[in-house]
């Protein structure tokens, strides 16, 4: 008489639901390291920028490089934003002849939102980008060790001016996509659509407070700072060649898009 | 001048570095011999401070670096400088912005004094005056290595550390490469650490040669002592360039 022992069953593959679990986790675990790191970021980035040397011309490059490089590409978003949002609400207010109010409608939503939002995007896009890839560069060519070995503190050299950059750039470039966005209403409003230049700025000029303008210009100083830390941290942080430089870059593009929405509905809470 | 005193490092599951020790004197060009993968790039990141060990002291000029905070750490590190594997140069600036960059950190020359400084670090390596305005892009590896090797002695550094110097190079460039770790030893003074698995060139340029293997030194003297060990994994890797006895 033979026994059989009974074959081992083979170890199970994960179903789908643990699959599904562990990838969120690991999802969840690896948001929450990148707020850790970007916060500590911030902290390293706010000490070193008040001790000596003062490297100004670095800072002076960056400004150039985020502010100045964008106000091309701004200023145009910001005129056709306002020109399409004057044909756009025109159309719903002919309906209970409220023209007249165009004006103040477009400026106060360039103003509070739409100006901060669309110029952080177009820095995002335009400088943070750059700014991710060249540091990932630097990083896995070991530039970055190299300073650290000349005795230079990178975050200092590095990170500083661009956080700094993005600080005084973005409120600046808020301002001018509001400008250039009320230009443009004005031109399709009155131009295009036969609402008087007086009742255009009159009641622009009633409706729109200061307190409005600080709102975007605030919201544009968080959103700056915010998009530059998390390309900045993401680019120093990159490792493993190209590859790796190519997906931190497109991680910070993420990353700094999704901080834009949620900390202008955060700030919006704040300010009202 | 440097000592490594019982160095673990361990990078997840991967433990590269299992208790190094090794001492190197003043004035000597040690070369750490290994095959890919032996942790000796770890070991000299450790010795200026880019890594932090797990346990272990790595102490420069008697004092123990694994402690100390940022502005010690940077005190430290101006007595070193370091060649990378591939030359590590700043692709934004030019050749002798690369060269000059040091001396603009931590030096307060004029900028006659410092082009005559960079002048001579660039003659000493034999790079003409057409080469000081190209871009790091726009040279050969080994004419890079030699832009990176006039940066890294451009302070007049007490040590200097090579990783990898002639990795990649042809062998012409790679004897004008030991040449010139040669000249730095003996014109500067300088101490040197080469990490290196080209066994031609740690012969020629090593005064002392430590084989590292799975993460400890395994035979550490003079080149000559080193023919002579019997340990099987330096054997066997010297066996590839000198044949079986």
């Keep these: ?146 300073l650290e070995t000349m005795a230079v503190n990178p975050v200092q050299y590095l990170l500083v001016p661009r956080i700094l950059a993005g600080l005084f750039m973005v409120p600046m470039l808020t301002i001018l996509f509001s400008t250039a966005g009320m230009t443009g209403a004005y031109f399709v409003a009155v131009g295009g659509l036969g609402i008087s230049p007086g009742t255009f700025l009159t009641r622009t000029q009633q409706w729109l407070e200061p307190v409005d303008i600080y709102e975007g210009v605030i919201k544009g100083a968080v959103f700056g700072v915010s998009v530059a830390l998390i390309c900045c941290y993401k680019g120093f942080n990159a490792s493993g060649g190209a590859k790796g430089v190519g997906q931190a870059t497109t991680e910070a593009m993420v990353a700094s898009a999704l901080s834009i929405f949620i900390l202008d509905f955060i700030v919006g809470i704040v300010m009202h | 001048m440097i000592d490594i005193v019982d160095l673990h490092k361990t990078f997840g599951e991967n433990k590269v570095l299992t208790g190094i020790n090794l001492s190197v004197p003043a004035g000597s060009t040690c070369v750490i011999l290994g095959g890919s993968g032996s942790g000796k790039t770890v070991l000299m990141k450790h010795m200026i401070g880019l890594l932090h060990p797990d346990s272990g002291k790595v102490i420069i000029d008697g004092e123990d670096i694994v402690p100390m905070g940022v502005d010690d750490l940077q005190r430290v590190r101006n007595k070193f400088g370091m060649v990378f594997q591939a030359a590590a140069l700043f692709d934004s600036m030019t050749v002798f912005e690369n060269v000059a960059f040091p001396l603009r950190e931590h030096t307060r020359l004029s900028e006659d004094e410092l082009y005559a400084k960079v002048r001579s670090k660039l003659d000493l390596m034999g790079l003409k005056r057409e080469v000081e305005s190209k871009f790091p892009a726009d040279l050969s590896g080994g004419m890079r290595k030699r832009v990176g090797l006039a940066r890294a002695v451009v302070l007049d550094p007490k040590i200097v550390l090579y990783d990898e110097p002639t990795t990649g190079l042809d062998p012409i460039t790679t004897d004008y490469v030991d040449e010139m770790i040669l000249a730095a030893q003996q014109g500067l003074g300088v101490t040197s650490v080469v990490i290196s698995h080209d066994i031609s060139s740690a012969f020629n340029v090593g005064d002392q040669i430590a084989f590292l293997s799975k993460g400890v030194i395994v035979a550490h003297g003079t080149p000559e002592e080193l023919r002579e060990s019997q340990h099987p994994a330096v054997k066997v890797f010297l066996e590839t360039w000198f044949g079986k006895n």
């Design chain 1, 1 to 146: 008489m033979t026994t059989q022992t009974p074959s081992k069953p083979a170890p199970s593959e994960p179903g789908l639901l643990a699959q599904s679990v562990a990838s969120f986790g690991k999802g969840l675990i690896d948001v929450v390291s990148t707020i850790g790191g970007v916060v500590t970021l911030a902290f390293d980035v706010a000490r070193w920028s008040v001790r000596r040397p003062f490297r100004l011309q670095n800072l002076f490059a960056q400004l150039d490089f985020v502010g100045v490089g964008s106000i091309f590409i701004v200023g145009l978003t910001g005129l056709f934003t306002g020109m399409v949002f004057a044909l756009q609400t025109s159309e719903a207010f002919a309906l209970f002849d409220a023209e007249s109010l165009v004006g103040p409608t477009v400026a106060l939503t360039l103003t509070r939102e739409l100006a901060a939002v669309f110029s952080a995007l177009m820095v995002t896009m335009r400088a943070g980008s750059a700014m991710c890839t060249e540091l990932g560069t630097m990083r896995v060519t070991e530039q970055v060790d190299a």
